[in-house]
């Protein structure tokens, strides 16, 4: 399975999954969303990519919204936000 990651303006990106069934989403992901989430640590694109490995452990690419702004997915999985510090602090260390 393969991520792409298409930067389209300063806050939408296209992602690409290219999986036995192939899927396309459209990712929002404003400055102050993207601050509050990583602290700087990382760029919108790492974020996204971090995000996307999060989701396909938990459903298939075809299970995943078409389009949303990043920040929903704490809707969905309670534990992501505590999953990107680790992350994050995992990185620092």
Request: no cysteine; glycine share 2%.
């Amino acid at each position: 399975m393969e991520i792409l990651i298409k930067k389209n303006d300063n806050y939408t990106f296209t992602v690409s999954i290219e999986s036995s069934i192939n899927s396309n989403h459209i990712v929002t992901l404003n400055d102050d969303i993207h601050n509050e989430m990583t602290k700087g640590f990382k760029s919108k694109e790492e974020l996204i990519l971090f995000s996307f490995k999060f989701l396909l452990e938990r459903e298939n690419n075809t299970s995943i919204l078409s389009n949303f702004n990043l920040e929903i997915i704490q809707n969905y999985f309670p534990e992501y936000k505590n999953e990107i510090q680790n992350w994050i602090n995992h990185e620092k260390d």
